[in-house]
């Protein structure tokens, strides 16, 4: 019997790109299946969410400020603004007629496979019993799923503060392989990234805090969000659960926190709920026909997380740092006017094109490259949790004061000696002019690096006509071995994590960015000369000045007289 992390690392080989062939998928966009962007519960009591109105507050940096955000009641205003600021609409394009929504969690193609739930006790303004609550962002409402007695939430959320609640995440495989076909299950993965970052960094708005389960596995999760009721989704897509997120509203000085990375939800006290809950709704068949694509879901079943490991590393406790929240020997924060967080987020977009003239100051490189590395008592960091797999390898470009060429930023400075023995001898491994102390940024080799870029990204000229783009190099097949192979799901949700990290951060320099999944696997490892299974590049990021298409119109994300009519106290 073929272990499971063979299997993944099975699939990860058979759904690489090459330049004389690519993963298998139809080749061409069936629009007559085109699925539903939009999920929904039809029969699901639905809730409608006040929208938030002040902008100006928090500053976009405070969020990596442990403590300067002081926290909100967990209200139902409180939760709208989080799903808001996470998964809600951004904006909507048009062109020729057809309409299109943008949305502030990014997603390959545009197709957003990810789904987000809230599981929550009595709440005034939403209902006396506790709840399970698929969100809807087209409405910026939540469906009922299920109620149930408070009793249940109170046994079941024992081992957190009295202000908590649950966030989940799901995947709708289809979504993505109805257009990448195989390799869409590694988008679906990095899109889980985006989303458990957005949410995180939308938790730091409020003052909270969103920490990773990492004792409930796929089942439990299964069971809490009934994906598992087989009546509920019969002529649907299936939703593969993905994770579970403990967000809390209380103080970071409350006290000695209990280790929520090893809590563990009983089991029992899930079952419990599935089963004394009223279910609500049925869900939605997103698209007439399908493909089926059963090496999607042969890699979905051996990545599978059981309830009854947890092998994932806690965070540390909360690390002091220095001068305004940037560690000692660390990058120094750009001049920049301080701008209202929600307004970064708000309007992050991915770039189509960028225009190959726009730089970056070496300030503003390091500063991005400083926030990339995992602080555990700020958010995506501290959500995600340890162990570190993931560094960068970066094409570097179009930055002031900094020699155009290949780099190297390890994310665990430790892992240095190891990546160094695993790459060409005649790399040179200097620090750059002027870069931090605590930096463990490194220049590997000079030179253009503008057309390899290019290259190894599908020939997307984007990657070349940029300031930098990299490829995210993750330790891959020892991680598995040691983890299991739910791991795999675990490294990509890394690459999305830094990748929304990256996206904000480009927004707030005045820039853009702009996520890769299209690039030639091996070709990127023969650039930085690593072989065999290793080390893999799992996404590619490019940032640089962007090139708007003006034959496109948008539009506000909600109607002004909706947002007017529930718009927030706040």
């Known amino acids: 019997m073929t272990q499971p992390w063979r299997i993944a690392t099975n699939y990860h080989e058979r759904t690489k790109h090459y330049f004389h062939r690519s993963a298998r998928s139809l080749g061409y966009l069936d629009w007559a299946t085109q699925p539903d962007p939009f999920r929904r519960f039809d029969g699901a009591p639905l809730v409608a969410l006040p929208f938030r109105r002040d902008d100006a507050r928090p500053a976009f940096d405070d969020l990596f400020i442990p403590g300067a955000v002081e926290a909100k009641p967990v209200t139902v205003e409180s939760i709208a603004s989080l799903f808001e600021l996470s ?102 993965q990095h899109d889980v990234g985006h989303a458990l970052a957005a949410v995180a960094i939308s938790a730091a708005v409020l003052g909270w805090r969103a920490v990773m389960i990492h004792g409930a596995g796929d089942d439990a999760i299964a069971s809490l969000l009934g994906l598992d009721r087989k009546s509920d989704f019969a002529d649907a897509e299936q939703e593969q659960p993905d994770l579970l997120l403990a967000v809390m509203a209380s103080p970071r000085d409350a006290g000695e926190a209990p280790n929520f990375c090893q809590t563990n939800l009983s089991t029992e006290a899930i079952r419990a709920v599935a089963g004394g809950a009223n279910w609500f709704g049925q869900a939605n068949p997103l698209s007439a026909d399908h493909v089926d694509w059963e090496i999607i879901d042969e890699v979905a079943g051996a990545c599978a997380r059981s309830s009854s490991v947890s092998p994932d590393r806690c965070p540390p406790k909360s690390v002091e740092y220095a001068d305004g929240g940037a560690a000692p020997g660390h990058a120094s924060q750009p001049n920049r006017p301080a701008v209202g967080a929600t307004v970064i987020i708000r309007q992050r977009r991915s770039a189509v094109a960028f225009d190959g003239r726009t730089s970056i100051t070496a300030e503003q490189f390091y500063w991005m490259m400083d926030r990339m590395m995992p602080r555990f008592d700020v958010p995506p960091w501290s959500a995600l949790g340890r162990p570190v797999c993931v560094h960068l390898g970066l094409f570097v470009h179009l930055v002031e004061g900094i020699s155009p060429g290949l780099y190297c930023l390890v994310r665990a400075p430790e892992k240095e000696s190891e990546f160094r023995a695993a790459m060409a001898a005649e790399f040179v491994w200097e620090r750059p002019a002027g870069c931090p102390d605590g930096l463990p940024l490194f220049l590997l080799q000079r030179g253009d690096a503008r057309r390899v870029a290019a290259q190894v990204s599908c020939g997307q000229e984007i990657a070349g006509e940029s300031a930098f783009s990299l490829g995210m190099i993750a330790e891959f097949e020892r991680p598995m071995r040691e983890y299991g192979a739910w791991f795999y799901r675990r490294l990509f949700w890394e690459t999305g994590a830094i990748g929304q990290v ?26 930085f000369a690593l072989s065999g299974r290793a080390f893999q590049s799992l996404y590619h990021f490019t940032v640089g000045g962007p090139v708007e298409d003006k034959r496109l119109t948008t539009l506000p994300p909600y109607p002004a007289e909706l947002v007017a009519s529930r718009a927030s106290v706040w």
């Open 87 to 188: 998964l809600g609409l951004s904006a909507w394009k048009e062109f020729r007629g057809s309409r299109w929504a943008l949305r502030i969690n990014p997603s390959s193609g545009n197709l957003h496979p990810t789904e987000g739930y809230l599981v929550v006790g009595p709440l005034p303004g939403l209902s006396d019993h506790a709840g399970v609550y698929h969100y809807a962002p087209k409405e910026h409402a939540l469906e009922r799923r299920a109620e149930f007695d408070a009793t249940l939430w109170t046994t079941m959320a024992d081992s957190f503060p009295q202000e908590s609640f649950l966030v989940a995440l799901t995947s709708i495989h289809w979504r993505e392989a109805w257009k990448y076909g195989e390799r869409a299950y590694r988008y679906c």
């Open 502 to 527: 990256l996206y904000l951060e480009a927004e707030a320099a005045g820039v853009r960015g702009t996520g890769i999944g299209c690039f030639i696997d091996d070709s990127v490892h023969d650039v």
